[in-house]
T-cell receptor
Framework: NAGVTQTPKFQVLKTGQSMTLQCAQD?????MYWYRQDPGMGLRLIYY???????DKGEVPNGYNVSRLNKREFSLRLESAAPSQTSVYFC????????????FGSGTRLTVV | LAKTTQPISMDSYEGQEVNITCSHN???????ITWYQQFPSQGPRFIIQ???TKVTNEVASLFIPADRKSSTLSLPRVSLSDTAVYYC?????????FGAGTTVTVRA
């Protein structure tokens, strides 16, 4: 009963490097989301995928790209990391339109130096 | 999305009841009121949701007055393990955005 699994849990990047954050869910959910959490700012939506094959921008999409690889997996890519992208990243999933059923992963703590 | 306002922080002691009030003056007819809880180093988790009147589950109660312009999350007899950030969300759209929430600190 894994729920939402995120990898890696921790990562340090140098400015300009690229990386992909991985997310997988085993609940057969249609919708998946990527958030970032900065101190004192709650969680802000980066991108979401309402269903397999679709992706849309959230509140803070600049500097990120996403891929909905299949129904289970939703990855977040940083093409050229910047110190402003230092944050904790959370992936979540839910049934479409089921806003009380969000399940979050345990997060990826990313530091860009 | 309806804007919500909730206190930044609250302190309590073990065994007390904690009530967190959230204001959402421009709530729309189709909006639901949803609360999430987040422990340090973890993702948020759903606590409770309601549309009107009162909802209770094994974790909390949610009180919503008739005008629905505010709601109150009630945590009965808190323990140290209830120390967390609590988020109030009002929405009818599945794209959740979270504000800063209320940091509840329970002391012995």
């Amino acid at each position: 009963n894994a729920g939402v699994t995120q990898t890696p849990k921790f990562q340090v990047l140098k400015t300009g490097q690229s990386m992909t954050l991985q997310c997988a869910q085993d609940m057969n959910h249609n919708s998946m989301y990527w958030y970032r959490q900065d101190p004192g700012m709650g969680l802000r939506l980066i991108y979401y995928s309402a269903s397999e094959g679709t992706t849309d921008k959230g509140e803070v999409p600049n500097g990120y790209n996403v891929s909905r690889l299949n129904k289970r997996e939703f990855s977040l890519r940083l093409e050229s990391a910047a110190p402003s992208q230092t944050s904790v990243y959370f992936c979540a999933s839910s049934e479409a339109q089921d806003f009380y059923g969000y399940t979050f992963g345990s997060g990826t703590r990313l530091t860009v130096v | 999305l309806a804007k919500t306002t909730q206190p930044i922080s609250m302190d309590s002691y073990e065994g007390q009841e904690v009530n967190i009030t959230c204001s959402h003056n421009n709530i729309a007819t189709n909006d639901y009121i949803t609360w999430y809880q987040q422990f340090p180093s973890q993702g948020p988790r759903f606590i409770i949701q309601g549309y009107k009147t009162k909802v209770t589950n094994e974790v909390a109660s949610l009180f919503i007055p008739a005008d629905r312009k505010s709601s109150t999350l009630s945590l009965p007899r808190v323990s140290l393990s209830d120390t967390a950030v609590y988020y109030c969300l009002v929405l009818n759209d599945y794209k959740l955005s979270f504000g800063a929430g209320t940091t509840v600190t329970v002391r012995a």
